[in-house]
């Protein structure tokens, strides 16, 4: 059985960090293009950040410089480091596994930032 386990949201003020983790099980997770999507409240879910299995990403405009993907193939874990957080990177934040046509989502951790 496949699980995404996100972990790590909270409430933090502006100007704050937070660390986010995605702990994997029933994959082969070095293989998989893992990603961060993250859906506010009557917005849609957006691309937040990617890593690919060979270790390249990207990230959306509105987090770069500030936020860091990573992974941890070993432990199975991909983390995203936020930092200097704003009010509107309040959201869910989605942890998204995708290697071929086998994809899957986490739960979701709630990130909110206070003014």
């Known amino acids: 059985q496949v699980q995404l386990v996100e972990s790590g949201g909270g409430l933090v003020q502006a100007g704050g960090s937070l660390r986010l983790s995605c702990a994997a099980s029933?994959?082969?997770?070095?293989?998989?293009?893992m990603a961060w999507y993250r859906q506010a409240p009557g917005k849609q879910r957006e691309l937040v950040a990617r890593?690919?299995?060979?270790?390249?990403?990207n990230y959306a405009d509105s987090v770069k410089g500030r936020f860091t993907i990573s992974r941890d193939n070993a432990e199975s874990t991909m983390y995203l480091q936020m930092n200097s957080l704003k009010p509107e990177d309040t959201s869910v934040y989605y942890c998204?596994?995708?290697?071929?046509?086998?994809?899957?989502w986490g739960k979701g951790t709630l990130v909110t930032v206070s003014s």
């Open positions: 029933g994959i082969i997770f070095s293989i998989y293009t």
């Open positions: 998204y596994a995708v290697s071929g046509v086998n994809l899957y």
């Open positions: 890593i690919t299995r060979g270790g390249i990403t």
